[in-house]
C-alpha cells in the first residue's frame, strides 16, 4: 500500500508551553505525527499522580508532561487505556445498536479517535540530542533520528507516538518475512505500512504476467515490496512511484536489501510515471476514509481519491495488450462505504474492462475476532486482483 499523499515530516515548527515547579515559563519543540495542535493546557506529572486522576485531566483536555519514572508513565498510560475502553462499552451499552455497517464503522472512528486523543495527553520531553531523561528510560536515540531526523533541539511528543517510534524501530531493524520472496524480509520505515498481510503479496506472486512484460510499475510502492517481487518474477525493468519521502527511502532501501536495485527504479510521482507500460499495479489504501496518522494513508483514502486516480489514468499508460493489476479488498463494500456497482461503474468509465478476478480471505487475527467492533465486515472481507484493460485498443 502506497504512503500518505504528502510528506508527514512537519512543515512549520510548532512550539509547546508550560511553567515548571519554580513557576518560570518553559517552552520546546512540539512534535506531532498526526498533526495535533500543542495542548494549550500543560501540568507537570510524576509518579505521585493517579490513574483516575491523570485520566480526568486528560478527557478534560489537560497535558501531562512526565518527569517521572519512564517504566512508570507505561504503566499509568496503561491504566488510563483501560478506563477510556471501559467508557465508551457502557455509553454504547445505553445507544441504540447501530442502524447499518457504515454507522458501526463511525462510531468504531469516533471511538478510536477519541482513545488517540486522550491518550495523546501523556508527554514526555525529549532532550537536544534525542535522549529522553527520565529514570529507566530506553535509548530512543537511532529510533527517533529515523523518525524524525538529526537532532534539531529539545522537543516533546506524546508517550503513545515515542512508544509507537520505538516499535517502528524494531520493525526495520528485524524485518517482516515474506513468503513470496523465499522469506526474504522487507525492512518498512516509520510512518510506512508493513507488509504483515501477505495476502495480497500472494495474489501478485501467482498472478500470470502479460507476455513480453519488460516493463512494470508499481504505483504507490510503499515499502517496495510488490516491485521487488516483480523484479523477482523476471520483469527486466520495474518503476515503484510514490510521494511520501519515507516511502521512497524506504522503497530505495528494500531494493538495495532484496538485489534487485538494478531493475527497480523508485521516483517520486504522483501516481503514474510518463509512458506506458506492459503492466501496471496499484494497491490502494482500501477504505474511503480520513486518515489520522501517517500510517493510516496507507488503509484509508478520503474519497477515494487514489483508487479513481489510478483507474482515471490507467488506460492511457498501458502498452497495447498491457494489463493493470489493481489490488483491492471488499470490506469497504461491507461497511456500507461503497458498494460493488460504485466500482464497477467507475471502471467502466475510466474506459476499461475486466479481464478477470482473484480472491482469497484475509489470515489476519481480527479476521475472526468476534470481539472486534467491525468483525462481521471483516469476516466477510475478500482482497481480490483485479485483472484490467483498455476497453478498446489503439
Known sequence: MRGPPLSTHQSTYQTIRWTDGDEARRSARWRSESAAPPP??????????TADEAYRLACEGTALLWHGDFQGARQLLGAMARRV????????????????????????????????RVLGMLLVPIDADHTIALRRAPDVREACAQAYGPPDGPSVASLREVLGLIGAYEWRRGGVPVPALGGDRVHPHYGVF??????????????ALPAGTALAYDVGTGTGVLAALLARRGVRR????????????CARENAERLRVADRVEVIRADLFPPGPAQLIV???????ARPTSPVEHA???????????????????LSPGGEGWLILSDLAEHLGLRTRAELLAAI?????????????KPRHARATDPDDPLHEARAAEVTSLWRLAAAREG
Open 194 to 207: 508493513s507488509p504483515v498481510r501477505g495476502e495480497y503479496v500472494d495474489l501478485v506472486a501467482d498472478a
Open 40 to 49: 494549550a493546557r500543560v501540568r507537570l506529572a510524576d509518579d505521585r499522580m
Open 85 to 116: 475502553d471501559r467508557g465508551p462499552r457502557r455509553k454504547r451499552s445505553a445507544r441504540p445498536p447501530a442502524a447499518s455497517p457504515a454507522e458501526a464503522f463511525h462510531r468504531h472512528r469516533q471511538a478510536q479517535q477519541r482513545r488517540a
Open 348 to 360: 467502466e468509465g475510466a474506459g476499461l474492462r475486466v479481464l478477470d478476478r482473484t480472491g482469497v
Open 299 to 317: 488503509v484509508y483514502d478520503p474519497d477515494s481519491r487514489m483508487l479513481h486516480g489510478f483507474l482515471d489514468g490507467l488506460a492511457a499508460h
Open 282 to 288: 496499484c494497491n490502494p489504501p482500501w477504505v474511503p
Open 238 to 249: 520495474v518503476v515503484a512511484t510514490d510521494l511520501d519521502p519515507r516511502a521512497l527511502a
